[in-house]
């Protein structure tokens, strides 16, 4: 072992036990005396990575590529996605695909890149590569029997949820099409989301935990419907409303704007950081002229209504909201929804509710990259941060329209 890797091993050793200050002056150290040793550059661009710099890890892994690294192409891609430069994470991700064909998690990162940006034939075929990567799913006992989209003629077939609320309600869409294929379409889903599938066109039935599964004779995940559908952009089924809700939808009125609200995910979500805001940030939105703002925030963050300016004029819905069917009742009353990525956006979309929808500068695939629509939900706008954590103008611009808006509904 040489010096360099001895020294290598002490910094993999401090990384491992959580000393990443030690580690980082460690790997400083070490390039102080070899300056282009690509492990080393490897390794404190995975450290700036972990404290968000994602600039400055960029440029060290970039380094550590230039160096002869080719191992290192998908952590580089990862930066410079965190850093707003996604062409060329791209780039990068493609060539480490080449460079590993069956490394599932490259394949995977490439797949949510390529959708990102609007490759969605080719995203979704890579897409598939997550059940390389996933745990098993609660309602399947069978994989053998995957449903290749060939027409069933009155045979069930199980669709069922694989990830969080919002990815069931993007794509329960596709329902209707296995419907049309001659297929018996029992939906299982988590129990938040039953009664609001309860119906969905071409939906014979609906189940969640802990209910028996009936025999089918062939089973898909949700996500996996765009894929065998030969989903492209110009052909995703993208007609709203696809889910109801009993409660009539609000008319135009003389009465203020009714806005709804949500600006926090789940904290456990590791994307939750970015992708959410506090409500101070949004405060400027709390006490305009002409709104009347409903908090459709569930749970501890709704809390914060009570340490902001304008929080005690905000109508709180938390309590009352049980499931997602609650929640939909609450939306069909409102004129706007406004709010970050979370299920409730896609609520509001799958329902037709105009909706406006704050984005991190590194957002979930779904949305895309550089569009102010959205290709899945007609009635949805995309308001986008120009860099990684800086909220304060995608507010300013909301307070702005938000203002146009009340003017041009009150007809002042």
């Not at 230039?66 to 930066?79: E, I, K, M, P, T």
């Not at 569930?298 to 109508?315: H, M, N, Y």
Request: with cysteine; proline share 6%.
């Amino acid at each position: 072992m040489t010096h360099a890797d001895r020294r290598l091993a002490d910094v993999d050793a401090f990384f491992q036990a959580g000393r990443f200050a030690e580690a980082v002056e460690a790997c400083r150290a070490l390039l102080r005396e070899e300056p282009n040793h690509s492990g080393v550059l490897h390794r404190l661009g995975v450290l700036h990575h972990l404290s968000r710099d994602y600039a400055g890890a960029a440029h060290l892994l970039a380094a550590a590529v230039a160096a002869g690294n080719r191992a290192v192409h998908g952590d580089l891609a990862v930066s410079l996605m965190k850093a707003g430069r996604a062409d060329e994470a791209l780039a990068h991700f493609r060539t480490a695909h080449a460079l590993a064909p069956q490394d599932a998690r490259i394949g995977y990162n490439l797949a949510m890149a390529l959708l990102g940006a609007g490759a969605v034939e080719e995203g979704f075929r890579l897409y598939e590569q997550r059940w390389r990567l996933k745990g098993p799913v609660p309602w399947i006992s069978r994989w053998d029997r995957f449903w290749d989209g060939r027409p069933l003629d009155g045979q069930t077939l199980l669709v069922h949820a694989e990830q969080g609320f919002g990815d069931s309600i993007q794509f329960a869409r596709y329902v209707p099409l296995a419907a049309a294929r001659g297929a018996r379409v029992v939906l299982a889903v988590p129990k938040e989301l039953r009664r609001l599938m309860a119906g969905l066109e071409g939906c014979a039935s609906v189940l969640s935990e802990g209910e028996a599964v009936p025999p089918y004779a062939a089973h898909v995940p949700l996500m996996s419907l765009p894929l065998l559908f030969g989903t492209t952009l110009d052909t995703i089924p993208a007609s709203v409303p696809y889910l109801k809700t009993p409660i009539p939808e609000r008319a135009g009125s003389d009465g203020p704007l009714r806005v709804g609200l949500v600006w926090a995910g789940r904290a456990e979500d590791p994307d939750d950081l970015h992708r959410s805001c506090t409500l101070k940030e949004l405060a400027p939105l709390l006490a305009l002229p002409g709104v009347e703002v409903h908090s459709l925030q569930k749970g501890a963050a709704e809390s914060d209504l009570e340490q902001v300016a304008g929080g005690e004029r905000v109508i709180r819905h938390g309590a009352t909201l049980g499931d997602f069917a609650d929640t939909a009742a609450v939306v069909a009353t409102l004129d706007l929804v406004i709010g970050v990525d979370t299920a409730v956006m896609h609520l509001a979309g799958a329902l037709g509710k105009p909706a406006w929808v704050l984005l991190s500068a590194d957002p979930d695939w779904r949305w895309m990259r550089g569009r102010s629509d959205s290709p899945w939900y007609p009635t949805l706008r995309l308001f986008r941060q120009p860099s990684l954590g800086l909220w304060e103008p995608v507010v300013a611009q909301l307070r702005d329209e938000l203002c146009q808006l009340v003017a041009a509904t009150s007809g002042g």
